[in-house]
Nanobody
Framework: VQLQASGGGLVQAGGSLRLSCTVSGDTSSRYSFGWFRQAPGKERDFVASISWPRGRTDYADSAKGRFTISRDSSKNTVYLQMNSLKPEDTAVYYC?????????????????WGQGTLVTVSS
């Protein structure tokens, strides 16, 4: 499976962005998807995931109530809607895929990564 992330950019604090992750290749497989982020000088952290097939969602505490992950199977795309953005949300955001489930994705890391998309939130 190949993942292509897009939608990053510069936004003011309090604003919104929607990231997209287009899935290609083995789209028939049963993947859970997620988003991770890496701020400058920090480790890559889990942000959100959505499971297959039930679409159960899971969020990091920092994302709860502000971010929403979703997927459109007809478009082979996974989204991350980010609202009420804060300067501390500034990071490179990566989409990810894992066939062994969303818990595995979060706890052990995904088997596939997309390239990152930079989100910068100004104060």
């Amino acid at each position: 499976v190949q993942l292509q992330a897009s939608g990053g950019g510069l936004v003011q604090a309090g604003g919104s962005l929607r990231l997209s992750c287009t899935v290609s290749g083995d789209t028939s497989s049963r993947y859970s998807f997620g988003w991770f982020r890496q701020a400058p000088g920090k480790e890559r952290d889990f942000v959100a995931s959505i499971s297959w097939p039930r679409g159960r969602t899971d969020y990091a505490d920092s994302a709860k109530g502000r971010f929403t992950i979703s997927r459109d199977s007809s478009k082979n795309t996974v989204y991350l809607q980010m609202n009420s953005l804060k300067p501390e949300d500034t990071a490179v955001y990566y989409c990810a895929a894992e066939p062994r489930g969303s818990s595995w994705l979060r706890q052990r890391g995904p088997s596939a990564w997309g390239q990152g998309t930079l989100v910068t939130v100004s104060s």
